[in-house]
């Protein structure tokens, strides 16, 4: 069956850095494009960015565009989100989605909680 896994949550001191990984499986990832998302308590799910399904174009919200990189190796069916220059308000519970080429069911992980706080 179709899983997105995400890793690499936790605990991290403002201006630190951190990244997540996101493990697909049950689906021809490559075919996919695939996004971050957040949710922080008490807001809506919000869009961090996303990547082709080749990994050659990425986009990003702008309060992220300078501090977040996404990433993905599609021989390992893995996307990652590299944070840095990390602030409390980046503090939310950060989402793997998948979205296929032309259209079709999409896919979400369980998320994982980032907590930026000294």
């Known amino acids: 069956q179709v899983q997105l896994v995400e890793s690499g949550g936790g605990l991290v001191q403002p201006g630190g850095s951190l990244r997540l990984s996101c493990a697909a499986s049950?689906?021809?990832?490559?075919?996919?494009?695939m996004s971050w998302y957040r949710q922080a308590p008490g807001k809506q799910r919000e869009l961090v960015g996303y990547?082709?399904?080749?990994?050659?174009?990425?986009n990003y919200a702008d309060s992220m565009k300078d501090r977040f990189t996404i990433s993905r190796d599609n021989a390992k069916n893995m996307v990652y989100l590299q944070m840095s220059s990390l602030k409390p308000e980046d503090t939310a519970v950060y989402y793997c989605?998948?979205?296929?080429w032309g259209g079709g069911a999409t896919y979400w992980g369980q998320g994982t909680q980032v907590t930026v706080s000294s």
């Open positions: 990547i082709n399904r080749a990994g050659g174009s990425t």
């Open positions: 989605h998948a979205a296929p």
């Open positions: 049950g689906f021809t990832f490559s075919s996919y494009a």
